[in-house]
């Protein structure tokens, strides 16, 4: 069973702090990973994409890849209230169908 | 540009009778994927269509089929409905298919099975 697995949380952290997600996945043939965020009772959406051993950065977020490790993570720096989401970790499964593997989710919360 | 769009938004039904979730995906995407996602998990995999065709289907019962139409709107077609089906039934289009494509949810359509 190819797994995507995440710290279900909560996670807290003050407004202006730096807020780490992680995630590990089992399947070695992964090629592509994702990070969505998921405001309650909404659909996930996509923040950072990332496909290549290393950190990508956009704006506030830092995405990083370590696939020897099998590890993904997401770095939201300057946290903020409307940061306060779920963040699902999706891996690419490869194969024949490119299907993403959610992750259960974590959820951040982040306090004024 | 408009996103993906799905319709209904809601729907409750009752337990044995079938229902069907349409999706249009972001103009120029040419693949749709359908998930499921329960309270409290991650979306889980349904059915991938790209260029009309079936490329991968997760595991759900045959109760499940989908279709892709020549303008790559989609439809999800549920038969024989169970309390277990009730959940969020995500839509995500993606411009072509491939291990490096992004996949871009619509607003979901939330059922609900009495």
Redo the contacts between chains.
Sequence with gaps: QKE?EQNSGPLSVPEGAIASLNCTYSDRVS??F?W?RQYSG?????IM?I?SNGDKEDGRFTAQLNKASQYVSLLIRDSQPSDSATY?C?A?S????????????TLLTVNP | DAGVTQSPTHLIKTRGQHVTLRCSPISGHKSVSWYQQVLGQGPQFIFQYYEKEERGRGNFPDRFSARQFPNYSSELNVNALLLGDSALYLCASSQVRGPYNEQFFGPGTRLTVL
């Design positions: 995507v090629q592509s994702f969505y909404k659909s996930p959406e996509l994409s496909y699902l999706a690419n490869g194969g024949s169908n490119y299907k993403l593997t959610f992750g259960k989710g």
